[in-house]
């Protein structure tokens, strides 16, 4: 049988699957959107992962295009890795659908030289395995998670990651072959990215606190479990779609390319065309009058410089301690909102080694971290700098720097005094 029609039966096949899989009848709907995150992730990274082991000579496809993968096979491929394995999540089922996409691939490649689609190089092997690991895996891991709603925190790295790889790398790509912009080049310039990394960061914290502190991803089908109102949130209601809409603004400088702005356009009009419409009846129905309130006290598209609907804090000094003495009174002539200081001695739980924060939704935070959450109860400015050091790359190595130093304290710790 001519290769042309066995393309061609392939492609049908593939269409008369994914028209089963959309009208069955019995539909889960959590399984679906495992597929999902399955599917997007492969549609991504399988392009880019095939380009660069075709440049490194693993591989070659004899037909030429852009992607340097036949396009037929690119969406065959991303329906066999991104939507068939997520069919299959229970917990022993990994290792047999691993084995089964690595044989099946092992004996395709052949075949496909075989029939003058591609030329297989020497450690055309290893590239498969690399194929696996940075396509495959990470594919399925994401889909196994969310199904079984664990680490939230990698749920959201995985959206993060995503949603990076599509602005920065396939949409100049995609604007290219449009011929809406030359094939696109990077370079690296410290300025832009400062600029960049500024207008972005308030979009990472926000998912910072939403998986920490509302134990949930920034996507609406994996949400929080609880309302987050103070963090970026305590100034700005949509702190990520903000970011999102300037980052456009950022790109279009990079790429000396008005074309981008057209995404600030998109960005506004999703926020007001589909997210105000879709996620904000959900917010109300699982959180209430809190939600309503928080709508008229934070506004949507700008940062408030005072936070005067930021919800209670409590934050613990040990005062027996010289250093955290003098941290405590410098809060206290700050005129915090919301903030209430305490002493260490006063904390109901454990005994207290750290200084500690505690907001109104029982969240904890030690040490730096409890700095950078007192920080935001002051004004936008001291905010920033408490979102920086609170930001986990930033607090982890700032918190290492403090263990190893030694506090001045009386001889009886106010701790043990409690006792």
Known sequence: MEIAIIRSISIVITFLFLGWLALKK???????????????????????????????????FVEENEI???????????????????????????????LIILWMDLLLMPELEKYG?????????????????????????????????????????????????????????????????PYPSYHWSS??????????????????????????????????????RNGVYAYCRNPIQWSMTLIFLSLAYYH????????????????VGVSEFQEYDDMEQRFGSTWSNYLKEVPKWYFLWIPKSIPKG?????????????????????NCINLEIKSASTYPGQPLTKVTYADSNGNIENGVNAIGQALEHIHLGYASLGWFMRFFPVSYLLQAIIDTMVFDRDEECEIKKKD
Not at 198 to 225: C, E, N, R, S, W
Not at 316 to 324: G, I, K, L
Request: charged residues 10%; proline residues 5%; aromatic residues 20%.
């Open 256 to 271: 000396q390319s008005p074309i981008f702005l057209i995404g600030c356009v998109v960005s506004i009009a999703y926020v």
């Open 26 to 60: 019995k539909q889960e709907v959590k399984r679906n959107w495992a597929i999902f995150n399955s599917l997007i992730y492969v549609g991504t990274t399988l392009p880019l992962v095939n380009y660069l082991l075709v440049e490194h000579g693993f591989w070659n």
């Open 314 to 334: 409590v934050i613990y000094f040990d005062r027996n301690c010289h250093q955290c003495s003098q941290v405590e009174l410098w809060f206290q002539n700050k």
């Open 68 to 98: 340097k993968m036949p396009y037929d096979l690119y969406f065959i491929w991303t329906v066999l890795w991104g939507i068939i394995p997520p069919l299959f999540l229970k917990k022993n089922d990994f290792k047999f659908i691993a």
């Open 191 to 228: 300025i832009q990215f400062q600029i960049l990394f500024i207008i972005a960061f308030p979009a990472f914290m926000a998912v910072q606190d939403l998986v920490t502190k509302g134990h949930g991803t920034p996507f609406p089908y994996d949400p929080t479990k609880q309302l987050v």
């Open 117 to 181: 689609i591609l030329k297989l190089q020497k450690h055309w092997i290893w590239g498969e395995i690399i194929m696996m690991v940075l396509v495959f895996f990470p594919a399925y891991f994401w889909s196994y998670i969310y199904y079984h709603q664990k680490w939230n925190g990698i749920r959201a790295v995985f959206q993060v990651l995503i949603i990076i790889l599509k602005i920065f790398i396939i949409l100049p790509f995609l604007l290219y072959l449009y011929q809406l912009l």
